[in-house]
């Protein structure tokens, strides 16, 4: 019984064989693969194509942290107020202040006004009192506070420091009730020109507003919202 | 195909044999490892030499020239010294008219620098380096006009100054203050020269200079 | 050991339903093949059909013919005289055959494969000398890589230059004005303050240099706002500042204005230092660009 003779495997000289003279192989594996490929593909297709699916802005209330890559940012409070000797504003009058607390993640010192392009749009009542756009000087004083008598801009890499974004206000307007902060994040990439790892503002393409409609702009790049947050608005007396 | 050596015979043997087809020529053993060796090693030096290529994140950094503390240290476009360091909780800037006082709830940290130029005025500026790589700017909290930052280095004498950092007190074991030439932001300047200084403090000394850091520093700005 | 074992019993028989790719089958026997010695190889191998074009008779072609007759004694003795009578192999031989055997053998050789009587023996090159083949190599790879790094360097050089505009300094004899952009310049004086202020060190002194400005052009107008770089130079090359502590109210193109300079140098050099105006403080740190001197 010298059965292991007959099965051994195809010596090389099997595939020389002229076709026809052996048994025929069936492809199988190929019209298998041919489904799968199809299948997987009208599956894709039917749950939406291989975009990115969109995903809704985390919403958060007062005392949330929000991690915004750069920085992490814990939204602390909306008050009006009336400005003193702290250097936030012109003594007496009122300003609509935004307090956080921002620990800068990176590994070097940064400008507080960081925090215009970290929360792109700032509504009070659904009104927009802070648009991304905005030139710097029209927009809302940002200032970091730390001894109480004057304040500074600088956030130290590793520290948490008191973040006040201050809207002024007229004299005899009505203090909202209270104020939704769009936050959107930055991520450490790579620049493609000079190949220089930075942070950067993670933008999405939106439908062109009727301004770019007028330059010819088709689409518009603008910060991506990741969180909303929703604040209360306490007012201070006097 | 048996020849005897010295014997020329007048006709081939009759015999249709296939030509010889030429052997190649049979290298030497020892010859493919040496070719093989020294291939790997070209391919590798080639490799390594690469390491040596700067990737864009580094090409423009400065040209930094390292010291320790009260050690000249010369660089193309300036020299500088760093005199000493301090410690404060507040600092007190006297100015012609009246003064202005900051605290922090961290500590102030206060260098005196002197430095000189070669050939050109300039004026310099610094950053503080901790330990684990953070980077500092001078403090905001004191008036640029206080620090050496707000006056011109000039050659033939040596000027000297301050430069204060606000840190946290666990920040400052480790950490190395570099001052350099200011930058033109508009321009991205590469090759930008600095001077790297080690402030020599370990824990235990970092700590025992805080804990005796002065409730008041005073300068003039 | 042959497929056709006698001692087979069959016990194990491939299904008798349709084969499959992995159904393992009885092989059929192959046809007989000689294996030993060696197939001669096709006299026409497979693809060298020269159909429409005739084959040239090149030296590769030689080893496809097969038996060749041999050739005239006399023609032989020629071939082969040179290996018997000279020192130096047959041309053939040296270009790259390899006969360890020795003059003998390749003799043999060149017998056993005759070339044709009328052809010339095929041309074949010296080979070139080892030491001249690694030296030719080593220049290709020195002088290629001299010339890229070359190639970069330039380029940097180049741009180096674009940069940085090298220093344009014209020297104006003393007491004359001189043009520079958009104004003209006339140092008036220079002379050590009368009253140096208090703190100033013994080996410093403060220079007060007086300096007419006149605007040529509008753009020249603005200099009462942002003056230009007054430097002072020695003769080695440093520069100290140099600067106004009063500007003109108003610069009007042709109007002679004064700006009133100060300046601290080393009191060594008072008498030598000289005034330099560079369109800007920037440039003028840099010394890029055009710039006036001014002799004392």
């Given at each position: 019984m010298r059965k292991g003779k007959k099965h051994r495997l195809p010596s090389c000289g099997m595939t020389s064989t002229p076709p026809g003279g052996g048994p025929r192989r069936r492809p199988v594996l190929i019209p298998v693969l041919a489904v799968l490929a199809a299948v997987s593909v009208g599956v894709s297709a039917a749950f939406g194509g291989l975009e990115e699916a969109p995903d809704e802005p985390e919403q958060l209330t007062k005392g949330a942290e929000f991690d915004q890559?750069?920085?992490?940012?814990?939204?602390?409070?909306?008050?009006?107020?009336?400005?003193?000797n702290d250097g936030l504003g012109v003594p007496g009058r009122r300003y609509l202040q935004i307090i956080m607390k921002v620990t800068n993640q990176s590994d070097r010192t940064v400008s507080a006004y960081l925090m215009d392009r970290a929360l792109p749009t700032v509504w009070a009542d659904q009104k927009k009192i802070k648009a991304k756009d905005a030139p710097i000087t029209s927009g809302p004083r940002i200032v970091v506070s730390s001894s109480g008598r004057s304040t500074y801009s600088q956030l130290h890499p590793g520290v948490t420091s008191t973040v006040i974004m201050a809207f002024e206000m007229r004299p005899g307007q009505q203090p909202p009730k209270s104020v939704q902060i769009d936050a959107g994040t930055f991520e450490w990439t790579k620049t493609f020109v000079s190949q220089t790892y930075e942070w950067y503002q993670v933008t999405e393409t939106a439908p062109p507003?009727?301004?770019?409609?007028?330059k010819g702009r088709t689409s518009q790049s603008r910060p991506k919202v990741a969180a909303q947050v929703r604040l209360p608005v306490t007012v201070e007396s006097a | 195909m048996a020849a005897s050596p010295g014997f020329v015979p007048q006709a081939p043997p009759h015999r249709p044999a296939p030509p010889p087809v030429a052997p190649p020529p049979r290298v030497p053993v020892w010859r493919k490892i040496v070719a093989a060796t020294l291939g790997v090693i070209l391919i590798s030096a080639a490799v390594y030499v690469q390491t040596f290529v700067l990737d864009g994140s580094r090409l423009d950094d400065p040209l930094t020239v390292s010291g320790g503390i009260q050690e000249a240290v010369s660089t193309d476009v300036f020299s500088a010294r760093l005199d000493r360091v301090e410690f404060a909780k507040s600092v007190r800037v006297k100015k012609q008219f009246g003064t202005d006082e900051d605290t922090t709830d961290k500590v102030f940290l206060v260098v005196k620098v002197g430095a000189t130029a070669p050939r050109r005025p300039i004026q310099l500026t610094s950053h503080l380096v901790t330990a684990d790589g953070l980077r500092f700017d001078v403090t905001d909290h004191v008036t640029d006009t206080a620090t050496l930052g707000?006056?011109?280095?000039?050659?033939?004498?040596?000027?000297?100054?301050?430069?204060?950092?606000?840190?946290?007190?666990?920040?400052?074991?480790?950490?190395?203050?570099?001052?350099?030439?200011?930058?033109?932001?508009?321009?991205?300047?590469?090759?930008?020269?600095?001077?790297?200084?080690?402030?020599?403090?370990?824990?235990?000394?970092?700590?025992?200079?805080?804990q005796a850091a002065k409730d008041v520093y005073e300068v003039s700005g | 050991m042959s497929d056709q074992n006698p001692g087979d019993t069959g016990v194990w028989a491939p299904p008798a339903a349709e084969p499959s790719w992995f159904t393992p089958t009885k092989r059929p026997p192959r046809p007989d093949a000689r294996v030993w010695?060696?197939?001669?190889?096709?006299?026409?191998?497979?693809?060298?059909?020269?159909?429409?074009?005739?084959?040239?008779?090149?030296?590769?072609?030689?080893?496809?013919r097969g038996w060749v007759s041999p050739p005239a004694p006399g023609v032989e003795t020629q071939a082969t005289g040179g290996a018997l009578?000279?020192?130096?192999?047959?041309?053939?031989?040296?270009?790259?055959?390899?006969?360890?055997?020795?003059?003998?053998?390749?003799?043999?050789?060149?017998?056993?494969?005759?070339?044709?009587a009328t052809a010339p023996p095929a041309r074949r090159r010296r080979p070139m000398p080892t030491a001249a083949k690694v030296g030719l190599q080593l220049f290709g790879a020195v002088g290629l890589t001299a010339a890229l790094l070359g190639v970069q360097g330039y380029d940097q050089l180049h741009r180096y230059e674009m940069d940085h505009i090298p220093a344009q300094v014209r020297h104006v004899p003393q007491g004359e004005p001189a043009k520079l952009e958009h104004a003209t310049w006339r140092v008036l004086s220079i002379a050590p303050m009368a009253k140096q202020p208090a703190g100033m060190q013994a080996d410093r002194v403060m220079l007060q240099i007086d300096i007419d400005g006149t605007a040529l052009t509008a753009e020249g107008r603005y200099y009462d706002t942002s003056p230009p770089g007054f430097f002072m130079a020695d003769d080695t090359g440093r520069?100290?500042?140099?600067?106004?502590?009063?500007?003109?109210?108003?610069?009007?193109?042709?109007?002679?204005?004064?700006?009133?300079?100060?300046?601290?140098?080393?009191k060594a050099l008072q008498d030598q230092v000289e005034l330099m105006v560079w369109p800007s403080q920037r440039v003028g740190l840099e010394e890029s660009g055009p710039a006036l001197r001014f002799d004392r």
């Open positions: 890559g750069q920085v992490l940012t814990r939204f602390e409070d909306a008050v009006v107020g009336r400005a003193g507003t009727e301004e770019d409609r007028k | 707000s006056k011109w280095v000039q050659p033939g004498w040596w000027g000297s100054g301050l430069f204060f950092f606000e840190v946290p007190p666990d920040k400052v074991p480790g950490a190395r203050v570099v001052v350099s030439q200011k930058a033109s932001t508009i321009f991205g300047d590469q090759y930008l020269a600095e001077a790297s200084f080690d402030l020599g403090l370990d824990g235990a000394k970092a700590g025992q200079m805080i | 010695p060696l197939p001669s190889p096709d006299p026409e191998p497979r693809g060298s059909s020269t159909v429409p074009i005739p084959v040239i008779d090149g030296g590769n072609r030689a080893r496809h009578f000279g020192m130096a192999p047959p041309a053939g031989l040296a270009a790259g055959e390899h006969h360890p055997a020795g003059p003998a053998a390749g003799e043999h050789h060149s017998a056993g494969e005759p070339r044709p520069t100290w500042l140099a600067q106004a502590y009063k500007s003109p109210e108003d610069m009007r193109p042709g109007v002679p204005a004064r700006f009133n300079l100060l300046s601290v140098v080393p």
